[in-house]
């Protein structure tokens, strides 16, 4: 910057001039946008989600990776909020950060898994990893997030439990097989008592005269020997049962612990084991899978029957 210098003949006599050094701004303004091109490269390249959003969660911008996770191009995304793509269930998940520049500074990272809905309407899984990027004097707060497409993890974990589950009642209906035995003999049991109290109420009634107290007692006792042999077709199916999830109710342990026995009995006594039960009477009430529960109790009275009288049962 700088101007001519003329005499009184309006001859040129000198330039007089100035001049700034801006080499370093030059370097910063060279550096910003090197800094700026290594970013929209990694913005635009990552195989993961990138978005940025403001407070109030509008989109400002997303990635392509973002775009395939959600079905939406970066357009429409800039229409909607994270609320509207999010599935309905998941909706909670979803914390705003607060809309004062001051609060949103000292925000916490936000990390959760969550469900989109898609455009096409299919949902997909995705971890979110979302933060506060501070305001500056040139540039508002803003919102951003890392998204990272987990759906196939889910499937496979899915896949995984429904194994597991269904594994799970093969083993029991092969351990019911495996005790056929004990439980034809929990079932007669009940099943001859009852003819016996049956006969035995004919007899009294054909008597002269008819004994109605004994027949009283007698049907009292089929009605009993009748919902014994109930309640052991009752443990029989809940141990068939498939039962997934597995249910949570709150169960007396020592009630528990007897019925899964009693389906041993026959098995005990073939081997001539005593089994031997020592339990508290003021156990609480706790909440758990009966059935499985059951289960682990009389895998571990059959391994100990078939192991000579280890895990505390106690040969004669």
């Known amino acids: 910057m700088g101007h001519p210098v003329f005499n009184a003949a309006g001859d040129l006599v000198e330039f007089v001039g100035t001049s700034i050094d801006m080499t370093e ?9 090197a800094s700026e091109e290594r970013w929209r490269a990694v913005f635009e390249k990552a195989m993961v989600g990138i978005v940025t959003l403001g407070l109030d969660g509008r989109f400002a911008t997303a990635n392509a990776s973002y775009q395939r996770i959600t079905g939406y191009t970066e357009d429409e995304l800039r229409n909607l909020t994270v609320l509207d793509i999010t599935h309905e269930e998941d909706r909670d998940l979803v914390q705003l950060l607060p809309a004062n520049p001051m609060e949103a500074r000292s925000a916490p990272v936000h990390e959760f898994e969550k469900r989109y809905r898609r455009r096409d309407g299919q949902v997909v899984w995705a971890y979110v990893s979302s933060f506060v990027v501070p305001a500056t004097e040139t540039t508002p707060a803003f919102v951003a997030a890392i998204v990272v497409d987990i759906t196939d993890r889910k499937r496979t974990e899915e896949a995984l439990q429904q194994a597991q589950a269904d594994l799970a009642r093969v083993n029991r209906v092969m351990l019911l097989g495996e005790m056929t035995a004990s439980i034809a003999h929990e079932i007669n049991q009940p099943i001859a008592a009852v003819i ?3 006969n035995a109420g004919l007899r009294w009634l054909g ?15 089929i009605v009993r020997d009748g919902n014994h042999a109930g309640a052991v077709i009752h443990r029989i199916r809940g141990l068939a049962r498939k039962q997934l999830p597995a249910r949570r109710d709150r169960s007396d342990l020592n009630e528990a612990i007897r019925e899964a026995v009693a389906l041993t009995q026959t098995e005990v006594q073939r081997h001539e084991v005593n089994l031997q039960m020592r339990l508290s009477a003021d156990l ?9 529960l059951q289960q682990v109790i009389i895998n571990l009275v059959m391994n100990a029957v078939e192991g000579d009288g280890r895990a505390g049962l106690q040969p004669p």
Not at 25 to 33: F, N, S, T
Not at 207 to 221: D, I, T, Y
């Open 284 to 292: 609480p009430l706790v909440p758990g899978d009966r059935v499985q």
């Open 196 to 198: 016996t109290n049956a």
């Open 25 to 33: 701004r030059k370097r910063a303004e060279a550096a910003l946008r």
């Open 207 to 221: 008597a002269r005269p008819a004994n109605l107290e004994e027949v009283h007692q007698a049907l009292g006792r």
